[in-house]
Each structure stands twice: as C-alpha cells, then as structure tokens.
C-alpha cells in the first residue's frame, strides 16, 4: 500500500544546531506539505511545493527551508533550532484531483 | 487569506448522546472544506469533504457535515457518539488555485466522550 513516512518520530537537539526531518511517499502525489503542530494554534503551514523543483512558504516560515529533488521526497532543515521550534511536526501529500490531504504520523521535535 | 474558527476547544458528551461541532471559515471565492479527526499519536486522517453539490456530505464513521453558504458554517454531526469517537478534530478550508491544494486548519476541537 502507498503511504507517506516520516522519520525520525522523536528527536531532541541543542539550540543552534541543524535538524532535518525527512518526509517520503510513495502514493506518487505532486503536492507536499509541512506543517506544525502546537496547542492552541492547530497545525499551522510552513512550506509546500506543487512538484519537483518547486518550493513555496506557508505562514510560519521563518527558520525553516525545504527541497523538492524528486517525486517522492520533501525534507525540511531548521537551520539553527530555537526552542521556539519545539514542536510536533507533519507532512501530508495530495494529488491534484481531490484536494484530499494523506497524513504522515508525525516527528516531534524538542529543542533544549 | 482563508482562515477557518473553531469556537470549541473542549466538548463532553456521553456515549450514545448526539454530537455537533461547530466551524465557520472566511474565504472570498467558493470555499472546499473539509473535517479530519486525529487520535493521540497520530496523524489526521479525512472524515468529510464538501466541494460542491448537495450542502450535506456524509463521511466516514457515520459522521456528516452540512454547507452553509449564508452562515459561513461547515459543522460536523453524528446523531450517537461511540466512545471510539474520542479524538480532536480539525475543520479546513482548502485553497485550489495554483494547481496546488493548501489547506488552512482550524485550532481544533478537543472531543471527550463519557461512558
């Protein structure tokens, strides 16, 4: 079965240093997503892309970039964690046709 | 830009009792809206969508929303909660153009059913 996997699940990290959480799926789907999940605010989108190559911010941009080198993945770098980045993190992927977002479990993310 | 309300963080109600949970949205064209649901330690998964056509939708788990053009409302229903039903659950609204399909999220509504 096609899915969307998301690694690592748990990670803690010190201040400053560099973190990429990796997101694959296998459903073959042009459009992928990276959004944040943190109480009171719901999942808030950072970055998406609509296919290979391409890369947009969402609204929560800011210290956080992504590249699109294929189909299949979309990894995303917080460039120097800030504690402020603690949080739980989600990918999701769709197809054109019917909007439907596919969820990955998620990576929580602890910067001390 | 889109955004989507929840007005309910927190909702109770015993099993076999009837549900509503209540979303209004603001967007300037004809929005797609959908529900998710998400258990603990998981991701969301799709329980309803509405893109266009009949204003009520049913979904997955005898759950169903209904379209409200006037009230700027997409609000969820189950007439009896099973226990299962425990989970928080997200209203979005989908933003098509671009070719692309981003959706925006509300804050979410904590559900806490009693036995």
């Known amino acids: 079965d096609a899915e969307i996997t998301q690694s690592p699940r748990h990670k803690i990290t010190e201040t400053g240093r560099q973190v990429t959480l990796a997101c694959h799926q296998t459903?073959?789907?042009?459009?992928m997503f990276w959004y944040r999940q943190d109480l009171g605010h719901g999942l808030r989108l950072i970055h998406y892309s609509y296919g290979v190559q391409d890369t947009n911010k969402g609204e929560v941009s800011d210290g956080y970039s992504v590249s699109r080198s294929n189909t299949e993945d979309l990894p995303l770098t917080l460039e120097s964690a800030a504690s402020s980045q603690t949080s739980v993190y989600f990918c999701?992927?769709?197809?054109?046709?019917?909007?439907?977002?596919?969820f990955g479990e998620g990576s929580r993310l602890t910067v001390l | 830009a889109q955004s989507v309300t929840q007005p309910d963080i927190h909702i109770t109600v015993s099993e076999g009792a009837s549900l509503e949970l209540r979303c209004n949205y603001s967007y300037g064209a004809t929005p797609y809206l959908f529900w998710y649901v998400q258990s603990p330690g998981q991701g969301l998964q799709l329980l309803l969508k509405?893109?266009?056509?009949?204003?009520l939708v049913q979904g997955i788990k005898g759950f169903e929303a209904e379209f409200k053009r006037s009230q700027s409302s997409f609000n969820l229903r189950k007439p009896s909660v099973h226990w299962s039903d425990a989970a928080e659950y997200f209203c979005a609204v989908g933003d098509l153009t671009g070719g692309g399909n981003k959706l925006t999220f509300g804050t979410g509504t904590q559900l806490k059913v009693e036995l």
């Open positions: 459903w073959n789907h042009n459009n």
């Open positions: 999701a992927s769709s197809d054109d046709s019917t909007g439907e977002l596919f």
């Open positions: 509405y893109f266009s056509g009949d204003t």
